[in-house]
Structures are given as C-alpha cells and as structure tokens.
C-alpha cells in the first residue's frame, strides 16, 4: 500500500515540476469542497445590496468576515480526521463576503458523519505575527483582520440599516469581535464517503439572522471586544456558533 502511495506522488512531483507541497501527498488527496453561503432572511447576501433584515428594515452590508479553524471530519468511529489546505500549514480559512466561500480541502479517505471547525482562531494561532505571512494567505496583515493591541478579529459586520427611517441608511451597525474567550467550535452533521479519485461537495450554510438572537441591535449597534458591553459581545459569539446549518 505504501508503494503504490509513493508512485502515485512520484509520478506528480514529475508532472508538478518537483513543486513542493505543505501536506504529505502519500496519505492524503484533495477529495472534497466546501462552499460556504451566507443568508439573510432566507437570500444569499450580496455585498453593498439592501436585504431585508426583518419586516420592516433593510440591512445593507459593506464587509462581512470570519475565521473557520481546525477544521475537522468525523467518522464513523467518532475518530477525528484533520483536514487540510493545499497551499499552507495551518488550517484556517477566512471567509469573506464578495468572495467564493470555496475550501478545497484535503482529507482522508472514509465514510463520514460530522464536520467540525471552530469559528475564530486557537491561542496558538492568534499568537502568530501577521508580518510572517504572504498576503494571499489568511493570517496576513493584508486581510485587514489584525488588531496590534488585541490581535485578530474571529468575526467582522460592517453595514448600515434603514433605521428608524425607512430607505434611508443612518443607522450604522459595526461588530469587530475577537479574543481568546471568543472562539467557538460548532459540529454539523452530514453523511459523505469520501474517496481518493472523486471530489465531493459539502454545502454550509450561514444565517445572519440567527446573530442577532436576543439581542437589540437598536442599542447594541457597535462592539469592538472591549469590556463595555462585552456580554452582549460574548452573546453575539454564541449565536455565531449557532448560525451554521
């Protein structure tokens, strides 16, 4: 089994051009995509474009961000495989609204029945320097989700509502949250066998709706992880972690 592993990675290094790779290609191979779609009041989110929030207001939205971490895949044996990311180590991924929502994932063959991830960043990883990495990759400074004094951002919204004016857009609405008591793991279940020959789609979903649950955003309008109004903060990371379907 070993061997036939290596000819099959000695045969793409030769077609690669000998590229190297940050994972080991003998055990692993990129079998599965997932795509995250965001949502508001059951419409994917489009970037600048007024939604309805609720009944009666609109949310415009200028950014949306946020950390997926440690992503991992569960089998049948409640054993944990770490999945993995074919252009660097760590396994993070920044989702960012505009952009595609796609991870191309590497994970071992199996038959599955969960994912999990968390939603922001380990101690480890939010202790890195930002200035080590390229700026394509999602712990860079040039993601623009780096505070020098309190490290990355897990989660960034930034927009404006028609409130208390209909269709007209005064009611700013920021939330910058990040620190080590704000990172939370979230496990879906699914049912996927994944093989080494096949790419498999997984499809996430994200319900900003779901953010807001007991919440007044009327009042509670902007929160940058300080200590004024810092359980609203931590309530509004709960509710994150909940957000996924």
Not at 33 to 38: D, L
Not at 52 to 61: A, G, K, M, Y
Not at 70 to 96: C, H, M, P, R, S
Request: with cysteine; glycine share 4%.
């Amino acid at each position: 089994m070993f061997r036939r592993y290596l000819v099959i990675f000695c045969l793409t290094a030769l077609i690669t051009g000998c590229k190297k790779e940050t994972f080991d290609p003998i055990e692993y191979s990129e079998n599965i995509e997932v795509r995250i779609h965001t949502l508001l009041n059951g419409t994917e989110i489009v970037k600048n474009t007024a939604l309805n929030f609720n009944d009666t207001v609109q949310l415009n939205l200028a950014d949306l961000k946020f950390y997926i971490s440690g992503i991992t895949f569960i089998n049948e044996k409640n054993q944990e495989e770490k999945a993995a990311f074919k252009a660097y180590d760590e396994n993070v991924f920044l989702y960012q609204l505009g952009n595609s929502g796609k991870l191309s994932l590497i994970v071992p063959p199996g038959k599955y029945k969960s994912i999990a991830f968390n939603v922001g960043l380990t101690p480890e990883i939010n202790d890195l320097n930002p200035n080590q990495f390229t700026a394509s990759h999602p712990l860079s400074r040039d993601q623009d989700m780096y505070w020098d004094m309190m490290k990355y951002r897990f989660f960034v919204l930034d927009g404006k509502a028609d409130y208390p004016v209909k269709g007209n857009f005064t009611h700013v609405m920021s939330y910058h949250l990040g620190g080590d008591e704000y990172l939370r793991t979230v496990e879906l279940p699914f049912e996927i066998t994944l093989t080494d020959s096949k790419v498999s789609a997984l499809n996430i979903y994200f319900d900003l709706e779901k953010v807001f649950k007991d919440i007044d955003w009327t009042t509670f309008f902007s929160f940058h992880s300080i200590q004024d109004e810092k359980e609203n903060g931590l309530k509004m990371m709960d509710n994150i972690s909940q957000s996924f379907r």
